[in-house]
């Protein structure tokens, strides 16, 4: 059974690895962090946060410096989704930011049906007082 952990993540509970959800690659064991099985691309932050004024006239320009922040890009190498973005401290190891309980998961989706898809519509609807 897969469990839908983020929008382009799951599990296989059956042979307990992370699967990109978007081509079905497997990234790697989900003991470990799955940042681990895809591909990083570090880019520099002033290409996404570019300098509002003049980086020639004036030292802080409202652009991130590279020397205090890196952007990292974690992407399928299966088809190559963007995954996850982290900001980081250069230097700074990855952010380990899931450690899925596998007993506990097989345990909770033994008594339940298989996800294939999210169901944010349906919590949205419902809390808003419409039925689809």
């Known amino acids: 059974m897969k469990v839908l952990m983020t929008e382009y993540l799951q599990i296989d509970l059956e042979t307990e690895n992370w699967e990109c959800r978007v081509c079905g690659h497997v990234i790697g064991s989900a003991q470990e962090a799955y940042k681990e099985g895809l591909l990083v ?3 520099d932050p002033r ?11 004036y030292r802080f320009t409202f652009s991130p410096d590279p020397e205090w922040v890196r952007i990292l890009e974690y ?4 088809c190559g989704t963007q995954v996850e973005t982290e900001y980081a401290v250069p230097g700074h190891p990855p952010l380990h930011d899931m450690q899925p309980d596998l007993p506990a998961l097989k345990a909770q989706w ?4 298989e996800l294939k898809e999210a169901v944010v519509g349906q ?6 007082g419409h039925k689809h």
């Open 110 to 113: 033994a008594r339940r049906g």
């Open 41 to 43: 691309h570090n880019r």
């Open 123 to 128: 919590a949205v609807a419902m809390e808003s």
């Open 47 to 57: 290409d996404i946060h570019p300098p509002i004024i003049d980086p020639e006239k």
């Open 75 to 78: 992407c399928c190498p299966g």
